[in-house]
């Protein structure tokens, strides 16, 4: 095998092995030390072979990296490295650092995944793999909030699951059982079913990325989690449902309805979300709908190059996940230096850099990310419509920082072990971009520091810092919205699924009686004979 | 005519029940040691006979007596036979080495009865499951039900406590309105054609023979379990102990299953018809009530019961996907089965984990799960792997075989199959994470466990283990399936 074949198969292959070392006593006891190791061979392959490919015929798995998915799986196993090294020194004497270690392996183990496997059956696995180990770290805490919203996360991954496995199946049909994701991409626009497969395809994967109105687990659920582990979910986890869309969608021909559509649905998120988290008022909670709103911007680039079919677009969808990526890492890890320390002005003046990149801050990565984005959005009403995005997103991170800076004072300085991974993590979140836009997406950094460019990202953020100093007059009077706002019309459906329960056993007690029993085999009987000679 | 090959089918019927005689014919003897020697042989007559049907590609049959239907009677090994005779000898091999290494399942008060019942039922119900699938004729294949029925009670009733009794009678009176129905079929397909071997009657059936068809199905229903008639199973499968549900679920709700398809698809009932529409409806039904039921079940044997019957229900969509002979239909048709097998290996490594859970713990209510997986870590982690097969979740044979189906299911534009097929793997999701996630969780330090030797937990997950490595056969059709099908 080659070194190629060796680093991919060791991305994935680690954390699992490593998660099932955790059955040996000696290596549960140092449970955390491993989350560090883990993402080692994501980090190599990315940066040794960007271009490396290797089947295992057997498994039939195939993997292949492209320089957009050797991005995503470099800054991916990064913030992975950078939060365990966080989870070692913030769990160190927890007991149930074990538990949490191996979901946090396998979480991994899927989502690094996502970034490299080829073949459809591949795919569905890791995507799984990821939703559905990534429960655990969700309801690590086991208080009651943070098991409503592992519920509310599982029902609607595993409905996640089951409509992309219906978009996939509907995709292979044509192909042998299991074609390459790139194949069966290119097949979907000569498909009769090309509109119920995109529709599908972003419902599976945009319940992952939050676009409104499928966001409502991420509010619940990204904040619950420990702060390491928030940080993956909102950091990486999402970007499972970018890459999925990238890989599967047919930008490069184009479908205008579909394009329309999910631009729409992406612009809606983007302001929506905005609107909702400015009423939150944890920290967290915030963090999680800016998460919801950037994906909805994220939705908007691809939407925008899927309508008229683009061949720039998904590499620039990756640019800017990448960088949202690291700046959300970045909060959410600085976010636990403050719990930590408390809000002291040299942290929170270095988290003003990552939450205003994310509106797009001259000179940033973040700027960066949207002047890529700009390329492929249209000019026309989505491109305004997308610029007014980072408005909404500056209103709403420096809403952030206000309740940042409402923490209280631990008096304590916060441990080494959290504030390298934190500081490592925002100066990535500036640095990386800067290396790698012109490999990702053809343009030269220079582009977005000339005068029209900065005035450009600038004056949005202008006018969003002037909305904010109006809105803190009315603070007291912003209603206050739930976490996870149009979920609460969930919560009355409880009692009806009880209700609807018992009746239902009520009927099984009753069929499961002699008299309804042997009606129903004579029944069964008869009713198989009728049919029989009905004409076919 | 008959070769040496032919002799193995004969033998593979035999072999288990020589060795049932020779239990009842020395009591005294431990029934274990003559099951321990019984199990080797016919493993290695299954094999080889899979082996030779596989390599030549062509089925080997056995007229009995040397005389060919009409006249005589016909076993017949075809791929369907020789793939299920296999994967029997691998379940109940692996169930046995559970029973024997479980003292309390085979012993205890009237231990040496209890011993000799589980063995020499275990070895009768290999006897007539291989018959179940190698008859060809409708009288010698009721033999092999009524064999396989006698064989199945008593496990269920071997606590001897009241609830297993009545749980076992039901069982026992329901496969045996079953029974009544079925021969009444056979009957008045007799009186019709004068013959009921499936080779000759394939030409002569009809519609007209509907009342007939019926009455076989819904007595071949009746024993599988299937919505609305699984009145039965859920005591039956959650009251026996441990070994005896593993194999009672995995293997012998199939057998009628099996014939049930057989009678379908061999007697040319091979069009999409309402009627199998009909079926497929119930089938759906099944999955859609009794995935819920489990659901709401308090106790984990009841809710690994109550699943049973909606896997069951999978089996059952086949019908109007597998008729015809296009890609769709054979990718449905190999689905189906694959269903069959996956469930077969899930469910026996669920069964034996969950009674080895419900040692550790001394109960198996859901509720009080918390501290399953310190009594028992392999276990919880053998019925999280066996759940992903129920889940139709990756890597795992019930997920190759849901994504067959619902390819099928597309392809075939059976658009409310594959959703039915994709709410069913919801709501096991749902019942199966309710017990993993609760299996997991820290007990309260006041819960007492016993914990459970780490060599006992080892075949349940190799169970499950083969389970999930169904999930790496190609998502495609298998050509074995196909050997013998051709007329």
């Known amino acids: 095998m080659t070194l190629a074949g060796v680093l991919l198969v060791a991305t994935m292959a680690l954390p699992l092995l490593l998660a099932a070392a955790l059955g040996k006593r000696a290596v549960r006891d140092r449970a955390l030390d491993l989350l560090v190791l883990a993402p080692f061979p994501g980090l190599a392959a990315a940066l040794l072979v960007p271009h490396g490919s290797a089947a295992l015929s057997p498994m039939r798995i195939v993997l292949a990296l492209d320089p957009l998915g050797a991005a995503l799986l470099g800054t991916a196993s990064l913030l992975w490295l950078l939060a365990g090294a966080y989870a070692r020194a913030q769990m160190a004497g927890d007991a149930r650092a074990v538990r949490f270690a191996f979901w946090w392996l396998l979480t991994q183990a899927g989502s690094l995944g996502c970034f490299l496997v080829a073949d459809i059956a591949s795919f569905y696995l890791t995507f799984s793999l990821a939703s559905l180990a990534a429960y655990w770290l969700v309801v690590h805490e086991g208080t009651s909030r943070a098991s409503r919203a592992g519920f509310v996360y599982m029902a609607l991954a595993v409905l996640g699951e089951a409509v992309l496995l219906l978009a996939f199946v509907m995709m292979a049909v044509g192909g042998d059982g299991n074609p390459l994701i790139a194949e069966a991409a290119a097949r979907l626009p000569g498909s009769p079913h090309q509109g119920v497969v995109v529709a599908l395809l972003v419902v599976g994967f945009g319940l992952k990325m939050g676009l409104v109105p499928l966001h409502v687990w991420m509010p619940l659920a990204h904040p619950v989690a420990p702060v390491p582990a928030s940080a993956a979910l909102s950091g990486i986890i999402v970007k499972a449902g970018v890459i999925g869309l990238i890989r599967f969608l047919p930008l490069d021909t184009g479908y205008l309805a579909g394009g329309t559509a999910l631009t729409a649905i992406g612009l809606f998120t983007a302001f929506y979300a905005a609107i909702v988290g400015i009423t939150q008022a944890k920290p967290k909670t915030v963090l999680a709908y800016s998460t919801v709103s950037q994906m909805g911007f994220v939705a908007t680039i691809l939407g925008s190059g899927l309508a008229v079919g683009s061949t720039t677009a998904a590499s620039v969808t990756a640019f800017y996940a990448l960088h949202h990526l690291l700046a959300k890492g970045a909060l959410f890890l600085g976010y636990g230096v403050v719990a930590a320390g408390g809000a002291r002005v040299a942290v929170l003046a270095a988290m003003v850099i990552p939450a205003l990149a994310l509106a797009g801050l001259p000179f940033t990565g973040g700027a960066l990310a949207k002047y890529a984005a700009k390329e492929v959005i249209d000019p026309g009403a989505a491109g305004t419509l997308a610029t007014l995005a980072a408005t909404g997103s500056t209103v709403l991170m420096l809403h952030f920082l206000r309740m940042l800076r409402e923490q209280p004072d631990t008096g304590r300085v916060a441990p080494v072990g959290l504030l390298v991974p934190w500081a490592v993590a925002t100066v990535a979140s500036i640095a990386i971009p800067y290396a790698v836009m012109d490999l990702l997406t053809g343009m030269t950094p220079l582009a977005a520091l000339t005068i029209t460019a900065l005035w450009k990202a600038a004056w949005p953020i202008l006018l969003g810092v002037a909305i904010s100093a109006s809105l803190i007059a009315f603070a007291a009077r912003l209603p206050a919205i739930p976490e996870g706002d149009i979920v609460v019309v969930a919560d009355g459906v409880g009692v009806h699924a009880n209700r609807f329960g018992t009746a239902l056993e009520r009927a099984d007690t009753t069929l499961r009686s002699w008299p309804a029993g042997v009606t129903a085999l004579l029944a069964v009987a008869l009713a198989v004979a009728l049919t029989l000679r009905l004409p076919a | ?487």
């Open chain 2, 1 to 487: 005519m008959n070769d040496t090959a032919g002799l193995l089918v004969v033998l593979s019927v035999m072999v288990p029940a020589i060795a049932v005689m020779a239990m009842l014919a020395r009591p005294s003897r431990a029934p274990d040691q003559i099951a321990a020697l019984a199990w080797p042989a016919v493993t290695v007559v299954t094999v080889t006979l899979a082996w030779t049907v596989i390599g030549n590609g062509a089925p080997v049959t056995y007229a009995v007596g040397g005389w060919r239907p009409p006249l005589g009677l016909l076993l017949r090994a075809d791929g369907l036979a020789v793939v299920t005779m296999v994967m029997v000898s691998v379940i109940l091999g692996l169930v046995g080495l559970a029973a024997r290494a479980d003292p309390a399942a085979t012993s205890g008060t009237g231990g040496q009865r209890r011993s000799l019942v589980f063995w020499a039922m275990l070895l009768a119900l290999w006897s007539a499951l291989n018959l179940c699938v190698l008859a060809r004729d409708l009288f010698t294949l009721f033999v092999a039900l009524e064999l396989l029925t006698f064989a199945a009670v008593p496990l269920v009733a071997l606590d001897a406590r009241v609830e297993t009794l009545r749980a076992a009678l039901r069982y026992l009176l329901i496969a045996l309105a079953g029974s009544g129905l079925y021969l009444l079929g056979v009957g008045l397909v007799y009186a019709r054609h004068a013959t009921l071997d499936l080779g000759l009657l394939k030409t002569v059936v009809s519609g007209d023979d509907g009342l007939a068809i019926g009455l076989m199905t819904a007595g071949l229903m009746a024993k599988t379990a299937v919505f609305p008639l699984h009145l039965w199973l859920p005591p039956a499968h959650a009251g026996a102990p441990a070994p005896a549900s593993a194999v009672l679920s995995a293997l012998v709700v199939k057998a009628p299953f099996l014939l049930l398809a057989r009678i379908w698809f061999e007697l040319g009932f091979n069009t999409v018809t309402p009627a199998t529409h009909l079926l497929a409806g119930f089938g759906a039904a099944s999955i859609l009530w009794c995935s819920l039921m489990a659901l709401r079940q308090a106790r984990l044997k009841l809710m690994i019961a109550y699943s049973t019957v909606a896997q069951i229900g999978y089996l059952f969509l086949m019908f109007p996907l597998a008729p015809g002979d296009d890609w769709w239909a054979q990718l449905g048709w190999s689905g189906g089965l694959l269903q069959l097998t996956s469930h077969a290996f899930a469910k026996a490594a669920m069964f034996l984990a969950a009674g080895l859970v419900a040692e550790g713990l001394g109960h198996d209510r859901i509720d009080g799960l918390a501290g399953a997986s310190r009594a028992a870590p392999l276990s919880v982690f053998t019925l999280a792997f066996a759940g992903l097969s129920l889940m139709g979740l990756p890597p795992s044979g019930g997920f190759n075989a849901k994504a067959m189906m619902l390819a099928s299911a597309v392809g075939l534009g059976e658009w409310w199959i594959a959703v039915t097929i994709l709410a069913g793997g919801l709501l096991a999701a749902g019942y199966v994470f309710r017990v993993i996630g609760r299996a997991i969780a820290y007990p309260d330090p006041s819960v007492q466990v016993t914990p459970i030797a780490r060599n006992r937990e080892l075949v349940p997950f190799a169970l499950a283990l083969f389970a999930l490595a169904l999930g790496f056969v190609p998502l495609g059709q298998f050509s074995v399936l196909a050997i013998g099908v051709a007329p």
